[in-house]
């Protein structure tokens, strides 16, 4: 399984999101699916709020930083991280939470940036633009080498491709997509 929207039918209740923004991902999550949604901006919940009504989810939402989940031990069936873990402050704290709060069994769903490969172009433009980069994405850094830190996790499995998001803003993207079990 990676981690493609459609796979994210497939994930086991209750579902930790950390850093659901505004719910852009709860239209992907099966109707009825219980969701703890990890927060820190609480200026947010109005949004989260609606995109579960509208949805059909449980919403569970939690204002604490994805390094320090106030959720139990072994208590998620999932966990989903998209585009989150360039803006916490340790990565390695959040990854750490990631599999703490997973049940022997669970799943974690990861869609992450990465930094491209020396001596590329896009790093290139990664390093000129890293700084008003994180001024403009809420502490986006796409910067970091994710990739290594993902695999460092304690999971059984872990499948994960790099991928390429193209658009006219950005005209290369590099990320990594992919599933972990514990």
């Known amino acids: 399984m990676s981690a493609s929207p459609g796979s994210f039918q497939d994930l086991v209740e209750p579902i930790v999101e950390i850093g659901p923004g505004v719910g852009a991902n709860f239209r992907y999550l099966a109707p009825g699916s219980h969701v703890i949604a990890v927060e820190p901006n609480p200026h947010l ?31 998620a ?11 916490v402050t340790n990565p390695e704290a959040a990854l750490g939470e990631v599999h703490r709060v997973a ?3 669970g799943r974690s769903a990861v869609l992450e940036h990465v930094v491209d490969p020396d001596r590329t172009l896009t790093r290139r433009v990664q390093r000129v633009v890293a700084r ?21 996790t304690v999971f059984s499995e872990v499948d994960k491709q790099h991928t390429q998001l193209r658009s006219p803003f950005v005209p290369a993207n590099p990320q990594i997509a992919g599933t972990a079990i514990k």
């Open 77 to 87: 069936g999932s966990v989903i991280t998209t585009l989150v873990l360039c803006t």
């Open 132 to 152: 008003p980069w994180t001024w403009v994405f809420e502490r986006c850094s796409w910067e970091r080498d994710l990739a290594p830190l993902i695999n460092q």
């Open 103 to 105: 049940r022997p069994g």
């Open 45 to 75: 919940h109005e949004g989260l709020r609606a995109a579960a009504d509208k949805h059909g989810l449980e919403l569970d939402p939690r204002t604490v930083l994805g390094e320090r989940l106030d959720v139990e031990d072994a208590s």
